[in-house]
């Protein structure tokens, strides 16, 4: 069952931004550590940005840091994760869960296109 549901993203030029956000559906997402999450097509997912709990301890994939920002709202139940001079190669389905993930718990994701 689905713990998230992700909104944003799109086709973005290289260089762009984008911003993407999910709602989370169970109350102990406050409680909980949470991530953003890629697949490229072809590849295995993979963890882009992780956030404690509280917001006070994030890890980045080398990949992304420096351009990405992973952000919560405990009160709203709400994860974001914003984007900053977009490369082709963040072309991606973006998904947000837990850490550790759940089994069976992937939402549809949200598509974010780099490409010009």
């Known amino acids: 069952q689905a713990q998230f549901v992700e909104s944003g993203g799109g086709l973005v030029q290289p260089g762009g931004s984008s911003r993407l956000s999910c709602v989370a559906s169970?109350?102990?997402?406050?409680?909980?550590?949470a991530g953003w999450y890629r697949q490229a097509p072809g590849r295995q997912r993979e963890l882009v940005a992780r956030?404690?709990?509280?917001?006070?301890?994030?890890i980045y994939a080398d990949s992304v840091k420096g351009r990405f920002t992973i952000s919560r709202d405990n009160a709203k139940m709400t994860l974001s994760l914003h984007m900053n001079n977009l490369r082709p190669e963040d072309t991606a389905v973006y998904y947000c869960?837990?850490?550790?993930?759940?089994?069976?718990?992937w939402g549809q994701g949200a598509q974010v296109t780099v490409s010009s």
């Open positions: 956030i404690s709990a509280a917001g006070r301890n994030i």
């Open positions: 169970e109350s102990i997402f406050s409680i909980s550590e």
């Open positions: 869960n837990f850490f550790p993930v759940p089994p069976n718990s």
